[in-house]
């Protein structure tokens, strides 16, 4: 079956630690996403990448990372740094980032800290 | 302000009332318009995409985008149990290539 992989599904972090989300897609997609969506909100754009070794911030990057090393593959770490990390994350993935290219959301990790 | 607003809900109608779900945006860059349905703890999956003014239907769902009043509305006919679900609009701004997201309609529809 094509589609994207989230993992894991829940997380628990302690304050002052850095977690990385998984996220991967056998769609053969360019583009990939990161989401953030909080209660009560739309989805905000954390990074998005065009394609491998390539990416680019979006409108909430600050305390997070991430890296396109291959192309089915776009981890998201979030770091110490963010300062409220707890969340639903998405990870989305597209043809490439046309208007027409529908984009394809994974499950979701919820985030927790503790 | 935000660009894109939508009313959170929660909405609750009987089983087979038609539903009406809206978003209204402020920038005219935004082009191409969808609607997204997520159900709970899910991620969304795209239901209906248009681009231009006027109606689009699909099965029970109708997609009506007005440029002139900035303004899309999705209808749900002969609303099911189904369709509960969380409803976001998600307009596409061509001048800088990103997905803008409502903040989602909570629809429940009571057998």
């Known amino acids: 079956d094509g589609g994207i992989t989230q993992s894991p599904k829940y997380l628990f972090r302690k304050e002052g630690q850095n977690v990385t989300l998984s996220c991967e897609q056998n769609?053969?997609?360019?583009?990939m996403y990161w989401y953030r969506q909080d209660p009560g909100q739309g989805l905000r754009l954390i990074y998005y990448s065009q394609i491998v070794n390539d990416f680019q911030k979006g409108d909430i990057a600050e305390g997070y990372s991430v890296s396109r090393e291959k192309k089915e593959s776009f981890p998201l770490t979030v770091t110490s740094a963010q300062k409220n990390p707890t969340a639903f994350y998405l990870c989305a993935s597209s043809m490439d980032r046309g208007p027409y290219n529908e984009q394809f959301f994974g499950p979701g990790t919820r985030l927790t800290v503790l | 302000q935000k660009e894109v607003e939508q009313d959170p809900g929660p909405l609750s109608v009987p089983e087979g009332a038609i539903v009406s779900l809206n978003c209204t945006y402020s920038n005219s860059a935004f082009q191409y318009f969808m609607w997204y349905r997520q159900y709970s703890r899910k991620g969304p999956e795209l239901l209906m995409y248009t681009y231009s003014s006027g109606n689009k239907e699909d099965g029970r769902f109708t997609a009506q985008v007005d440029k002139s009043s900035k303004y899309i509305s999705l209808f749900i006919r002969d609303s099911q149990p189904s369709d509960s679900a969380t409803y976001l609009c998600a307009m596409y701004r061509s001048n800088t290539g990103k997905l803008i997201f409502g903040q989602g309609t909570t629809l429940q529809v009571k057998p």
């Open positions: 769609l053969n997609h360019d583009a």
